[in-house]
């Protein structure tokens, strides 16, 4: 049976206590600091690193990294090109509604990059994401000639939900080529 801990040893485990109990708050400013170096290399326009940089804060759930993710993959930009992990990456960003994930997963759906081709889709997907703000996505459709519908209001869109149906952080669509 140990004796009595000396006052150092007891210091000494009181300090380390202390620190394990502040641990996740010594973490949190790292992972904060994550997505800071992912869109620095992004600024600096060195792409190639932009997956090895911007896969901790697109693993995080942030939906801009996930775009930038599904982008090196898609293009083959300092990782080897996967257009279905790409798509992953962008469904992943669209179901949190960022309109940038919607943009470029519905240009994988119109292209058939990674997912089947999917007309009706792609550019359903596409008009979600112009009434979400996406600049591009709207530029996209104005290109075609395709009017930009106004987005439902909340309670009209409620009463048209089927109960499949569901929206946030992994909800998946049943009409999606790649589901989880």
Request: aromatic content about 10%.
């Given at each position: 049976m140990p004796g009595p801990m000396s006052p150092t040893a007891a210091h000494k485990m009181r300090l380390i206590k202390l620190l394990i109990c502040c641990l996740p708050l010594f973490s949190q400013m790292v992972?904060?600091?994550?997505?800071?170096?992912?869109?620095?290399?992004?600024?600096s326009?060195?792409?190639n690193w932009a997956y090895r940089y911007c896969l901790v804060p697109a693993e995080e759930g942030n939906p801009k990294a996930q775009v930038l993710?599904?982008?090196?993959?898609?293009?083959?930009?300092?990782?080897l090109k996967n257009p279905e992990?790409?798509?992953?990456?962008?469904?992943?960003?669209?179901?949190?509604?960022?309109?940038?994930?919607m943009y470029q997963l519905a240009l994988s759906k119109l292209a058939g990059l990674g997912t089947p081709q999917d007309e009706k889709g792609g550019m359903a997907l596409m008009q979600k994401a112009a009434q979400a703000g996406s600049v591009r996505?709207?530029?996209?459709?104005?290109?075609?000639?395709?009017?930009?519908?106004?987005?439902?209001?909340?309670?009209?869109?409620?009463?048209?939900?089927?109960?499949?149906?569901?929206?946030?952080?992994g909800c998946g669509r049943p009409t999606d080529g790649f589901g989880r």
């Open positions: 992972w904060a600091d994550n997505m800071a170096e992912c869109e620095n290399i992004i600024r326009g060195n792409e993710v599904g982008m090196a993959f898609m293009t083959g930009v300092g990782i992990l790409a798509v992953y990456w962008f469904k992943r960003a669209a179901d949190q509604n960022y309109p940038g994930g996505a709207s530029e996209f459709l104005t290109e075609l000639g395709v009017p930009i519908e106004k987005p439902q209001d909340s309670a009209a869109k409620s009463k048209n939900l089927k109960k499949y149906e569901c929206t946030g952080v």
